[in-house]
């Protein structure tokens, strides 16, 4: 897990091939008038989630792992977004069996610790990193860039 404000993204590019490409896309793009939904840069290699939500009480955090994908997450309106993070290997308690199409497998372990996302910031999650987000109070506009590990 990686957090950090996207001033400092230039340093971070060159842990993934696509990743100055999805940091020059969000130089370049007005992300908070994007309408929400799926939006292709490169296919299914690159691709970012705009999302509008209400954010959820830490009480109710839910682990997520990914396999196929490196999340880059960006916090577009909001005062803040908790994120709770676990190892994976601290991930035991599955909901359900991985679900290959979507990508994603939630658990109930409780996070190891929680995080804050502001405005200017950014989060980089691997699969590595069991991740709950969309914890906190009040409503926010973000981005999730998906980047295809290979």
Request: glycine content about 6%.
């Amino acid at each position: 897990m990686i957090l950090d404000s996207l001033k400092n993204s230039t340093l971070y590019e060159s842990l993934h091939p696509r990743f100055k490409c999805v940091f020059d896309f969000i130089e370049s793009h007005d992300l908070a008038s994007m309408e929400c939904g799926r939006h292709d840069i490169d296919g299914d290699n690159i691709f970012v989630n705009v999302q509008e939500l209400d954010l959820r009480p830490t009480s109710e955090a839910r682990l997520e792992l990914h396999r196929r994908y490196i999340d880059i997450q960006v916090l577009l309106r909001g005062e803040e977004e908790l994120f709770g993070w676990s190892e994976k290997k601290d991930c035991l308690k599955a909901e359900a069996d991985f679900d290959e199409q979507k990508d994603v497998q939630f658990f109930t372990d409780v996070p190891q610790c929680f995080y804050s996302l502001k405005v200017g910031q950014f989060t980089i999650l691997y699969p590595e990193d069991g991740h709950a987000p969309m914890l906190g109070q009040g409503a926010v506009k973000k981005c999730i860039f998906k980047i295809a590990i290979d």
